[in-house]
């Protein structure tokens, strides 16, 4: 399976701990990119990379969010003193950049329970 | 602003067509995305219509576009209870293909 993958799928956490996602995006593809998704709603975009480089970072990403992508294949999302509102599914995707049409591709997702 | 808009619900019956109803506010759009996604599980895409097209057809599903009207439309032709799921449409924007904008959904259930 060459597609978009994440890990972990699930994860349950106490409030107030540090939690750190993975996503492996399609191997040819040189962005990608981080949504997060809540009960009842679509997708929001928090941030994106075009190879190792962080190019754009939603409102939404706090400074308890941190996103690495230090090689420019897997990234990294990082959530300092997690929060009852953090609980989501967190949704990576990829891409290339200039390709059109610019579908995304999109991983499983991690789902993030803070209790 | 930037604002995708959908019903949330809609139920037919085994065999009938579906129709998901989509609205957006940018004028902008480069591409206009149909995305699937069953429980517990992440985004499928469908497919996806240039905005410079009224129509697309692929299989059993039929996009339509009014840009008029900023209105967009996924029909399914016999949908099966295998279509049951949330269906997304998603814009990305000429000055911005950076990201998608995704409307909030529409629950499909399929029953027989």
């Known amino acids: 399976d060459t597609g978009v993958s994440q890990d972990p799928r699930h994860k349950i956490t106490k409030r107030g701990q540090n939690v750190t996602f993975r996503c492996d995006p399609i191997?040819?593809?040189?962005?990608l990119y981080w949504y997060r998704q809540t009960l009842g709603q679509g997708p929001e975009f928090l941030t994106y990379?075009?190879?190792?480089?962080?190019?754009?970072k939603s409102r939404l990403l706090s400074d308890r969010f941190s996103a690495e992508r230090p090689k420019g294949s897997f990234s990294t999302l990082e959530i300092q003193r997690t929060e009852q509102g953090d609980s989501a599914m967190y949704l990576c995707a990829s891409n290339t950049a200039g390709e059109l049409p610019d579908t995304q591709y999109f991983g499983p997702g991690t789902r993030l329970t803070v209790l | 602003g930037e604002d995708v808009e959908q019903s949330l619900f809609l139920s037919v019956r085994e065999g009938d067509s579906s129709v998901i109803n989509c609205t957006y506010t940018d004028s902008s759009s480069t591409y206009l995305y149909w995305y699937k996604q069953e429980p517990g599980a992440g985004l499928q895409l469908l497919t996806y219509i240039f905005s410079n097209m009224d129509m697309k057809q692929d299989q059993r599903l039929t996009v339509l576009l009014n840009k008029k009207d900023k209105h967009l439309s996924l029909r399914i032709a016999d949908t099966q209870t295998g279509d049951s799921a949330i269906y997304f449409c998603a814009e990305s924007l000429i000055e911005n293909t950076d990201k998608l904008i995704f409307g909030t959904g529409t629950r499909l259930q399929v029953f027989p």
């Open positions: 990379f075009q190879n190792e480089a962080q190019l754009e």
């Open positions: 191997s040819e593809h040189n962005r």
